[in-house]
């Protein structure tokens, strides 16, 4: 069977988030490695039962589910083990936060574009290129206080914004 290129940018691009899910759900990084090993083996075998369009995070959860679910098995003998029940609470209450994660990042673009020039760039440098304050401060000719302080003016728009943002999405 070919693959697509559309299903291969799937694969490739959740790769974090299905991590971070199966981490959530087994709370060992080396057992959330090998399960999500496990679990791209099946997704990629069963790429013809996925519908391009459809909600590929939520096929891939579920085959990982199972997955995790076939790995706790093979490790019962141990003394410490999730119960099932609450290994199904932990994976909801993970799908529940997978389901808005997509929102929230989206209100975030969106407040990130309504901080002046100076306070988008600041963000860029200290978070998305991970520049040290110092650094900063020598780049944009400013004081470390003053870096400090555009950083913390820019936080509180950005955390204002989303916070009115997220009560405009409960109340509709």
């Known amino acids: 069977m070919k693959r697509t290129p559309e299903f291969i ?3 490739t691009s959740s790769q974090s988030r299905l991590y971070g899910y199966i981490l959530s759900l087994l709370y060992d990084a080396d057992q959330a490695n090998d399960v999500l090993q496990q679990t791209n083996v099946i997704l990629w075998e069963k790429e013809e039962e996925f ?3 459809s909600n590929f995070i939520a096929w891939s959860f579920q085959i990982a589910y199972f997955q995790v679910l076939a790995h706790r098995k093979q490790l019962q003998r141990e003394r410490l083990s999730f119960d099932s029940d609450l290994l199904a609470d932990i994976a909801n209450v993970s799908r529940e936060a997978e389901e808005s994660f997509e929102s929230r990042q989206k209100l975030m673009r969106q407040c990130l574009q309504k901080l002046n020039r100076r306070q988008q760039e600041i963000v860029y440098r200290r978070y998305q290129s991970n520049a040290s304050l110092d650094s900063i ?3 944009t000719a400013n004081t470390v206080n003053a870096v400090k ?3 913390f003016r820019a936080r509180s728009a950005l955390a204002r914004c989303i ?3 997220l009560e405009q999405e409960m109340n509709s």
Do not use: F, T, V, W
């Open 9 to 11: 940018q799937l694969l």
């Open 51 to 53: 519908s391009l369009g």
């Open 137 to 139: 401060a020598i780049e």
């Open 149 to 151: 302080q555009l950083l």
């Open 163 to 165: 916070n009115q943002g």
